[in-house]
Nanobody, 121 residues
Framework: QVQLVESGGGLVQAGGSLRLSCAAS????????MAWFRQAPGKEREFVAV???????YYTDSVKGRFTISRDNAKNTVYLQMNNLKPEDTAVYHC???????????????WGQGTQVTVSS
């Protein structure tokens, strides 16, 4: 069983930065791939980034060069550094844990409640 708690969201102006954190409970964190998804109002949840248990990293095209995902297995925490934020990044951001580091939300069995990110223009 893995429990996930996100933090770090907030209101920021376009061009600003935020760092999201996702703290995980449980002793199997290092064996899970960790991903960030986001859901904007009226839209479906979409993949943002993943860091696999082996350290491979993938991003959706719209955040490449602006977002950085990382993990600290000693702290059971995954991070999402978001720079040069745009209004279209506004969404609730969720972290997720799973064994397969894919783009598909159905491959992740554990989810956090989410943290709101709002980017004003």
């Amino acid at each position: 069983q893995v429990q996930l708690v996100e933090s770090g969201g907030g209101l920021v102006q376009a061009g600003g930065s935020l760092r999201l954190s996702c703290a995980a409970s449980g002793r199997t964190f290092s064996s899970h791939s960790m991903a960030w998804f986001r859901q904007a109002p009226g839209k479906e949840r979409e993949f943002v980034a993943v860091i696999t248990w082996s350290g491979n990293i993938y991003y959706t095209d719209s955040v490449k060069g602006r977002f950085t995902i990382s993990r600290d297995n000693a702290k059971n925490t995954v991070y999402l550094q978001m720079n040069n934020l745009k209004p279209e990044d506004t969404a609730v951001y969720h972290c997720a844990a799973g064994y397969r580091g894919t783009y598909y939300s159905s491959d992740y069995g554990y989810w956090g409640q989410g943290t709101q990110v709002t980017v004003s223009s």
